[in-house]
């Protein structure tokens, strides 16, 4: 049954990706509010996080939701052998809104098209994050003034990191350059890159992670290499310290230059770079909470006019 989930951003236009960007610029002046009151949203974690959890509960409590769900499936009755589909129509009992991880590709897709109240995906397998899409779009927005006509340079895990499969959909509509900087094992997978073709995207391929190759970026997005997707541990031994960011790789950077990480780091980033004026992940981890609340708000049908005129915001 058609609910408004978000599943991908791959079909957002523009302008409604800019929309998203403006809501989330209003959430960010006051993301205090009680607009949310008397709703509940569920968070469904079968997978580890702890920013795209948190940071969820955090936008729907500000709003003055109530919140519901698990962070660990080991204590649901899904070790009973109960399927998705039966636990997603119980929680849309309970719930307005579902928030979903699950590690299976599709699963979200999938609630979407049995649940009666809206599915956000919050990641599913290595396939699409849309809600980090979303705080890495309106970051990028924040740090450069704009998102059109921008290097990007994605770094690292790029075969099984969903963050940067997500961005390239998203980011088709500002002319973007993507820089693809991987080893083979963990290249950008070929249908991204026939995806990108077919789209007007503009990207190089590299394997050298030097201070030359990231002289020219406007954004240094730095990726984990995720471990849980390898199903053969010698493989993620061999490529685990592919590539780490250190303080003396950015004398050349332009100085708009952001590092973006969806975070968790693991051994990506120097942690000397954290007090350079180059990192950004910190707050880009803040937006998390704007633009979480952004899409709450529009799953819920609540628009940038009704925020606007808003009159609940706590001081
Ligand atoms: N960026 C991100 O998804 O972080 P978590 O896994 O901690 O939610």
Redesign the pocket.
Known sequence: MPTNSLITLAGYSKEKLMYLIAMAQEFERHPNRKILEGRIVATLFF?????????FETAANRLGAKVIGFSDPKVTSGTKGEILKDTIMMVSNYADLIVM?HFLEGAALYASEVSPVPIIN??DGANQ?PS?TMLDLYTIYQSQGTLENLEIHLVGDLKYGR?VHSLLSAMRHFNPCFHFIAPDELAMPEPYKKYCTANGIRFTEHKDFNSDTISGADILYMTRVQKERFSDLMEYEQVKDAYLLKGDMLSKARPNMKILH???RVNEIEYCIDDTPYAYYFQQ?RN?LYARQALICDALGITLEDIRNDKTILK
């Open positions: 997978e580890p996080s702890t920013r795209t959890r948190l940071s991880r919050a990641g994050h980090q963050t969806p975070l968790p981890a998390g």
